[in-house]
């Protein structure tokens, strides 16, 4: 715009220049030298003020560019996301089911949270619900837990996964279950690339041999001697 009114500036001169030239016969030799000068001025004026416009241009032409990418960016994370949340909502039921347990994992956008509803048939055929862990029993929170990281896990590629104690609160036949649901996971196609470790206290002679399952035993300590004890070294006093 001040370039605008810069050129507009010296285009009058020039014009009353060129009055006053008219008006003296032509034979002004100073209104000669300032009307070339002021054509050179407005010539240099109008390419700069060109060059600002064709700048202006590219720039409002790249800012629309982004704007439609970002948009497009936008869109495609919200169709991840909504993948996501339906990869991961139906893992965490399917694991459920091996229990007989159903529940649904809840996504809160808007608060950037997630949580689960859970529920379990009872021998009474009637459905026990909760949607807060702290109400679970130790078994069935760990069986809930446990269904809810491997299907959060789905989604994260790294090349090792290690899960500690996880079936520290369950019963006989749901560590089986677990650890073979476990080991299944582990030998997916999807998988395949990555190394999982899997910690118990329990027994896991259950737990098949195979060419790409090692199981390594940790003896346990013997407190029944007093051989193990040792005295710290400590000099007495005197």
């Given at each position: ?6 050129i507009?500036s010296i ?6 220049e060129?009055e ?13 030298v ?44 919200e ?15 399917n ?9 649904e994992?809840?996504?809160?956008d ?9 529920s ?9 619900s909760a ?27 790294c090349?090792f ?17 677990s ?7 582990a ?20 737990i098949?041999?195979?060419?790409d ?9 013997d407190?029944?001697?007093r051989?193990?004890q ?9």
């Amino acid at each position: 715009e001040q370039i605008r009114k810069r050129i507009k500036s010296i285009t009058a001169r020039i014009e009353k220049e060129y009055e006053n030239h008219i008006a003296n016969g032509g034979k002004n030799q100073d209104a000669e030298v300032v009307i070339r000068e002021a054509e050179l001025a407005a010539a240099r004026a109008s390419e700069r003020y060109h060059k600002v416009e064709e700048s202006y241009r590219k720039a409002k032409d790249n800012i629309r560019q982004f704007k439609e990418a970002n948009v497009l960016r936008e869109k495609g994370w919200e169709d991840l996301r909504d993948n996501c949340k339906t990869k991961m909502g139906n893992l965490f039921r399917n694991l459920l089911a091996q229990y007989n347990h159903s529940g649904e994992v809840i996504f809160d956008d808007e608060q950037g949270t997630i949580k689960f509803s859970w529920s379990k048939n009872n021998r009474e055929g009637r459905a026990d619900s909760a949607t807060d862990a702290g109400t679970l029993s130790g078994g069935e929170s760990s069986l809930t837990m446990l269904s809810f990281l491997v299907a959060m896990g789905s989604l994260v590629d790294c090349p090792f996964r290690v899960m500690d104690e996880f079936d520290v609160f369950m019963d006989e036949t749901n560590r089986n279950v677990s650890m073979h649901t476990l080991i299944k996971m582990a030998r997916a196609r999807a998988s395949l690339s990555k190394q999982f470790i899997f910690i118990t206290p329990h027994d896991i002679s259950a737990i098949p041999d195979g060419p790409d399952i090692h199981k390594l035993r940790m003896a346990p300590r013997d407190y029944s001697s007093r051989s193990n004890q040792t005295v710290l070294p400590f000099g007495g006093g005197q």
